[in-house]
Each structure stands twice: as C-alpha cells, then as structure tokens.
C-alpha cells in the first residue's frame, strides 16, 4: 500500500471529520442552549453504522462520510430528508394524510415547548447559523494555534542572492553575495528585519519612501550605500529588485521526487542542471521548466558534497497552469509571538481566506474561472493528502481553508442548506409571523436537495475526469 494512498485516506478523514463534526457541534449545542429536543446527532449521512443512545439523543455513525445532520423534534420536511437513505426512513412523505399521521406519532410523547417549530424565530436563526459560524471559529482556533505554535515564518539569511538587472538594488550598487550588516543604522538578522527597515508597513500604502543608508559587506571590504524603495505603477507594488541568499532545503514532502533523490532539510544546493544557483527563486526555475526530464542537482551536507537526477512531475499549480515540481520548500526560520499576536494574526487570517474564497466564487460566477477550478471529494481528498505528506502542520492550515469553505457554502440560500432555512425564516418574520406553509417549503426543499445531488454528480465527474489525467 503506497504512502499516497494510505495519507490521502487518512487525511481525509481527519479533514472530513474536524469539519463536519465541528459544523453539527455548532448546531447541536445551540439546540441544546434553547431547549430543543433532538433526535439524532450524526456524522456522515446515510445508513447508520454505528449508533448509541444517550439520554433523549441516539449518536450515529453513518455509512457516507460527506456531511452530517442534527435531527431534531418538531423540524417538519427536514427531519423526512434525514430519514431518507437510513434504515429509520419514513413509510409515507409529509403532507400526506398518512404521513403527516406518521410524524404526530413520532413526536407523541414530546413536550409541545420542545420541539423546533414552537421556538422563537431568533433562536431557530441561531440553530440554523451554529453550524456555519462553528467552522469560522474552527479556522480561526486552527491558524491562531498554528502561528502561536510555530511562530511566524523568517529567512534567517541576510546575504544578498538574487538581483534585479535596472531595480533599486542595481542602482544602489548591489551585487550577488553581498552581506547586509546594518540597515538604516540597525544591526539585522534575516531578511524580514531588512525588508521591515528598507520599506516600513506603514509606508506600504503610499507611493513614496525615502531612501535607506545600509552596510554591506563585499569580499572582506564594508561598504556604504544608500537604497531608495521603489513603487511601480504596473503592478500597484514596491520593490527593493532583490533577494535572499536561500538554496538552503526546508520542509521535503514525503513520498516526492525530492525525498526519493534523498534530499534532506538542512542541505544546500550549489547546482541545478549544471548551473549555479544562489536563490530559491533561481532553483525553482530551473525545475518548474523541466517536467518530465532528468535534472542533476548538487548539494552539500555536513561539509561532502552530493549528486543525483531528480525527474520533476507534472503538476497543477492554478487552474490551467501546470509545472514541474520535487517538493521540497526554502529553509525558513520561526519567530516566536506572543499569545495576544497569534490570536490576533489568526483572526486577520481568518477574514481574508474568506475575503478570497468569496472572491474567487464571484469570479467562478463571472466565468473568470472555468469548470477545472472546481473540486469535489476525490480532489479535496487528494489535496487533503498531499499537505499530510508535507507536515501535520499544512495539512491543519487545509482543513481552516476547507472549513471557511464549508461555510460559505452553507450560507447560500438554497433549500436544504442552512441559508435556506434562513430564508424561509426570514419569509417568515417579514409575512408577520406566518410560516412558509409545509408544502411550499417541502416543493423547495425537494428541488434544493435534486439541484445539490446533481451539481455533486457532476462535480464528481470532473473529479474522476481530472485525477485520471483528462
């Protein structure tokens, strides 16, 4: 059994799982909160594979893993759509006189105070709002201990590896290999604090800088110079028109071309392919332009040096855009934060990957993006795996991407989902107080959850039309 199976497999689950049981949390505690009487309580949906009953509750596992439910009294069409596919479902549909028997009788016994249509509309708002606001906190706990546990990420380097031909370094008299000792009068330490100095944040969204004395040192000589930031209009960004000295390996994925060439973090890269690299960026080149070709890279560990052929793979950096890849990342260094930053990082975190997620489902609507941009479970299983295979670490960061994504799906105001219980809630404060009648809402419901299992059959088409290779 190979290592990309077993950890695709397994971080699926834990990605699935974290998600969908965080999601039904929400809404069972509120439940809880308010009193509701609840049924069922299940992870997957489906038949019911493993189940216990816990006072009022049964707690199940179910056979399909893709979701979850929280099944409570007195919740009309929903609690029939749960039903469906268990060995519980229902004999006839609500609505029919049959059925609408069949329901009373299930919720005999109940008191009238606890069952979910005789709650204020709030708090059935809040019910149904749990669950997706229950995967934001999930993210943000998520980025929030991630950078409280790892700090922020430096490039413990300072000595000068890439520069750019007519940028601000060139005119500053910069070359390759330079050291950069003191910036602006200050001693530095990585090439965060050289940046930071260079061209403070809150410069950041002007347009004019001034110009920055640095000490560099050039073969056993100090020299002083003087770099002035520069604003390009093209791009709307700064530049500095250079880079760090990094062709030191970091994190190597486990299972890739890199790991079976033997590289090792901690190494350092002198060549790739017979030329000399002194930047990452440099290396990166090389690599993503050689897919499916034999490279010889030399690299030097503990003081000997070594070589090998590493044959980049294909892959699929943004939608329609691939490049050769070995899978390994540039050394980088931590810098410890204090518990208040991290909390306060992640929560910044937090709002912009949903700030892009939203931004790149308006650019799926505006057909700016075609249907390769869309994944179903085979290809969030796949990406799942791949972060596992690099470290625990990224594989936490998909799961806070995957859970924001979650809720913002569940938002959409479609029958089924919760944004469409909100919005028959708010159909029915808006009419007065007068529910959406049962049948209307069974109608939409219906047609939500055929719109749903359709745009999931196709999704899972492409997936299968993508992973094997179309």
Request: aromatic letters at 8%; one cysteine or more.
């Amino acid at each position: 059994m190979s290592i990309t199976f077993v950890s695709t497999l397994v971080a699926s689950l834990i990605t699935l799982g974290l998600v969908v049981i965080v999601h039904e949390l929400g809404h069972f505690l509120f439940c809880k909160l308010f009193g509701v009487y609840v049924k069922t309580f299940s992870i997957g949906i489906g038949p019911k594979v493993i189940r216990q009953q816990w006072g009022e509750t049964e707690y199940v596992l179910s056979a399909i893993p893709f979701g979850g439910y929280v099944k409570m009294a007195g919740e009309g069409m929903m609690e029939e759509i749960q039903d469906t596919g268990t060995w519980d479902q229902r004999k006839y549909p609500l609505g029919t006189e049959e059925g609408n028997a069949e329901a009373a009788d299930m919720d005999e016994g109940i008191p009238h105070d606890r069952q979910f249509h005789a709650k204020p509309p709030w708090q059935r708002m809040l019910v149904f709002i749990a669950g997706p606001l229950f995967n934001v906190i999930l993210a943000f706990v998520l980025y929030a201990g991630l950078i409280m546990s790892d700090g922020l990420l430096t490039i413990p380097f300072t000595r000068v590896g890439d520069v750019v031909a007519s940028g601000p370094a060139t005119e500053a008299g910069m070359q390759v290999g330079d050291v950069i000792q003191t910036v602006a009068g200050r001693e530095v330490s990585d090439w965060g604090e050289i940046e930071d100095l260079l061209l403070p944040p809150e410069l950041r969204e002007g347009r004019s800088a001034p110009a920055v004395p640095l000490l560099v040192q050039r073969d056993g000589e100090v020299l002083d110079l003087t770099l002035q930031p520069t604003f390009v209009d093209s791009t709307g960004s700064w530049t500095l028109g250079m880079g760090p000295w990094n062709t030191t390996v970091g994190l190597v994925q486990k299972g890739g071309p890199a790991a079976r060439l033997g590289l090792r973090e901690g190494d350092v890269i002198l060549s790739v392919d017979g030329q000399d690299v002194s930047s990452f960026s440099q290396i990166a080149k090389l690599i993503h332009a050689r897919a499916g070709k034999a490279v010889e890279i030399v690299w030097t560990r503990d003081g000997q040096t070594m070589q090998g052929l590493v044959t980049p793979q294909l892959k699929e950096i943004t939608p329609g855009q691939e490049s050769g890849r070995v899978f390994m990342e540039p050394f980088y260094g931590h810098d410890h934060v204090s518990t208040g930053r991290a909390l306060a990082l992640g929560w910044q975190r937090t709002v912009i990957t949903i700030q892009v997620t939203v931004e790149t489902l308006g650019d799926f609507v505006g057909r700016k993006l075609g249907l390769d941009s869309v994944g179903g479970p085979l290809r969030i299983g796949q990406a799942a795996g791949e972060m596992l295979r690099w470290s625990f670490g990224h594989l936490m960061q998909f799961v806070a991407f995957f859970s924001i994504n979650l809720f913002l799906l569940n938002l959409l105001p479609v029958p089924v989902l919760d944004g469409g219980h909100v919005l028959f809630l708010l159909l029915e404060v808006a009419r007065g107080g007068r529910p959406v009648s049962e049948r209307v809402q069974a109608i939409a419901t219906q047609m939500g959850l055929i719109f749903l299992l359709l745009f999931m059959t196709f999704v899972m088409v492409l997936d299968v039309w993508k992973v094997t290779g179309h």
